[in-house]
């Protein structure tokens, strides 16, 4: 029997936050019951895209499972607070289920919600902001409008990078992604969200290093070797950008490895990127290009960006160009105004923005992205803006004490959101023109409650970004009260 499923309304105690795996003060206990089934009714989806129901009065998780489904699950985690469950089968299917991509273990990142129609994706990343706003309650939050979500061109095959692990064990070579929360790599020949381009030289890859006896780096054995593979593509001049993240320096037959990749179809640049066992990161300090172009050219709008291996980069080239222009839409410029590009990557909103203003600065810290954004400053042939290295809780209130007048900003954080010291800086300094762009409601959510002691906010915009998965970027327009 198929169950017609309302997202719009989360339901029961939406307030329930799902602790963090690390600030767990009691170790987590396998379930006792073994491999016992529950039937379970699903009332709503997590913020992460699982299923949430009730067992003996407590709250479960279980990914996979939709709202209005009944459900049978295996319980295989007992928190104090929560448990975590697995879906064994769907008695009773909500009618926004849909077929999950074949050939795809449904336990791997980015695939969350693939067994949602689109049309409940949507919804249920606008109901994501909605329900962040009834948790923190900024002021007025009950009069902003909520846009719906601006839905992605292309549901599939939209990501234009991979970052793939990779790993040896007993002969076998695996090349793909971690299962969640644990460290089987689980190998991935297809990958349904990631274009044919990379996912096909992230594949010849692995061939490669089979057939060149290149060493795979293995934690437990403390051997160097190639750790992970990350391969980007720009989508307007096709270009590809290979770094191969590395535990130590010097490994046989890398060099070899370098020119055949070098040789494969898109590819214009490999690095090396120099990494160790003991950081906790993805990237290491250390990069060097072994082969090709300093840089990738992306094109958005009009304007052209190089891109070096670390730069940040929206992952949905397509999209991006509608997450900025609904953003610089919402942004009111003129061309007296000094605008902030706060969190800038490569330069990317100041730069498309800089025609309308006097002059732009951003702030950006990873120094790599900051050459990059200096350089696509000239490659736009502009010479009203300019791009500063430093964090953006040092650097703005350093520009406001050097007399920099900041009519116009625009802040692109981390999932982390707004340091609050950052915060006061701006209901300090309030600048006229201000838009927020978020890829976390919840901090969004949090930072709005200070930020509305000065500032209404009268629209958030959704845009799909990351189809499949549950993330979702909005913008919020904040209009300084008189
Ligand atoms: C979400 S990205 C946005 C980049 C850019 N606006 C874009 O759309 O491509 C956030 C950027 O902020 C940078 N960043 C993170 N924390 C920062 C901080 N405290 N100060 C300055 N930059 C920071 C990151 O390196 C990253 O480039």
Same mark, same amino acid.
């Given at each position: 029997m198929q169950k017609k499923t309302n997202f719009r309304k989360p339901q029961g105690s939406k307030n329930f936050k799902r602790p963090n795996r690390g600030k767990q003060q009691r170790p987590n206990k396998r379930f006792d019951d073994g491999d016992k089934h529950v039937i379970i009714t699903i009332k709503r989806l997590g913020i992460n895209g699982e299923g949430i129901g009730y067992y003996k009065r407590k709250i479960i998780f279980i990914p996979g499972a939709l709202p209005g489904e009944v459900v049978v699950a295996k319980i295989v985690t007992d928190h104090p607070q929560y448990l975590e469950g697995e879906l064994v089968r769907v008695k009773e299917a909500s009618l926004q289920r849909v077929p999950f991509p074949k050939g795809v273990d449904p336990r791997i990142g980015g695939l969350e919600l693939a067994h949602l129609s689109y049309e409940g994706q949507l919804e249920f990343k606008r109901d994501n902001v909605l329900s962040a706003l009834e948790k923190y309650h900024p002021r007025g939050y009950k009069n902003y409008k909520v846009k719906k979500t601006i839905p992605a061109p292309s549901e599939w095959h939209y990501r234009?990078?991979? +970052?793939?692990?990779?790993?040896?064990?007993?002969?076998?070579?695996?090349?793909?992604?971690?299962? !969640?929360? +644990?460290?089987?790599?689980?190998?991935? !020949?297809?990958?349904?969200?990631?274009?044919?381009?990379?996912?096909?030289?992230?594949?010849?890859?692995?061939?490669?290093?089979?057939?060149?006896?290149? !060493?795979?780096? #293995?934690?437990?054995?403390?051997?160097?070797?190639?750790?992970?593979?990350?391969?980007?593509?720009?989508?307007?001049?096709?270009?590809?950008?290979?770094?191969?993240?590395?535990?130590?320096?010097?490994?046989? #037959?890398?060099?070899?490895?370098?020119?055949?990749?070098?040789?494969?179809?898109?590819?214009? +640049?490999?690095?090396?990127?120099?990494?160790?066992?003991?950081?906790?990161?993805?990237?290491?300090?250390?990069? &060097?290009?072994?082969?090709?172009?300093?840089?990738?050219?992306?094109?958005?709008?009009?304007?052209?960006?190089?891109?070096?291996?670390?730069?940040?980069?929206?992952? #949905?080239?397509?999209?991006?160009? &509608?997450?900025?222009?609904?953003?610089?839409?919402?942004?009111?410029?003129? !061309?007296?105004?000094?605008?902030?590009?706060?969190?800038?990557?490569?330069? &990317?909103?100041?730069?498309?923005?800089?025609?309308?203003?006097?002059?732009?600065?951003?702030?950006?810290?990873?120094?790599?992205?900051?050459?990059?954004?200096? #350089?696509n400053v000239s490659l736009n042939h502009l010479n009203n803006a300019s791009y500063l290295q430093g964090s953006v809780e040092r650097v703005l209130p350093q520009l406001k004490n050097d007399g920099v007048k900041i009519d116009a900003l625009i802040v692109d954080p981390p999932r982390t959101g707004l340091a609050k010291s950052l915060i006061k800086t701006l209901l300090d300094v309030k600048p006229e023109s201000f838009v927020y762009i978020s890829c976390n409601p919840s901090t969004l959510a949090q930072d709005l409650v200070l930020l509305t002691e000065a500032y209404d906010v009268r629209v958030i915009e959704n845009v799909d970004m990351l189809p499949q998965t549950p993330r979702c970027e909005c913008i919020a327009k904040l209009t300084l009260r008189k």
């Open positions: 234009n990078k991979a +970052s793939y692990q990779i790993e040896k064990e007993n002969h076998k070579v695996s090349l793909g992604l971690y299962a !969640p929360n +644990s460290h089987e790599l689980i190998d991935l !020949p297809e990958m349904p969200t990631q274009n044919e381009d990379t996912q096909k030289v992230e594949r010849a890859i692995r061939d490669l290093i089979i057939r060149l006896h290149v !060493p795979v780096a #293995n934690r437990r054995r403390k051997f160097d070797g190639v750790k992970t593979v990350v391969v980007r593509q720009s989508e307007a001049t096709k270009e590809i950008q290979v770094t191969l993240i590395t535990v130590g320096h010097k490994l046989e #037959n890398l060099l070899k490895l370098a020119d055949a990749i070098f040789e494969l179809d898109h590819v214009v +640049s490999v690095f090396q990127n120099e990494t160790d066992w003991q950081n906790p990161q993805v990237w290491g300090n250390k990069t &060097t290009k072994l082969l090709g172009k300093k840089q990738i050219t992306e094109e958005i709008m009009g304007k052209k960006f190089g891109l070096s291996p670390r730069a940040f980069f929206q992952l #949905n080239p397509v999209q991006t160009a &509608t997450l900025y222009s609904e953003a610089l839409k919402l942004l009111t410029l003129t !061309p007296d105004m000094t605008l902030i590009d706060a969190y800038a990557g490569v330069g &990317t909103l100041g730069i498309l923005a800089a025609d309308q203003v006097k002059q732009v600065i951003g702030i950006e810290s990873i120094p790599e992205a900051v050459v990059d954004a200096q #350089n």
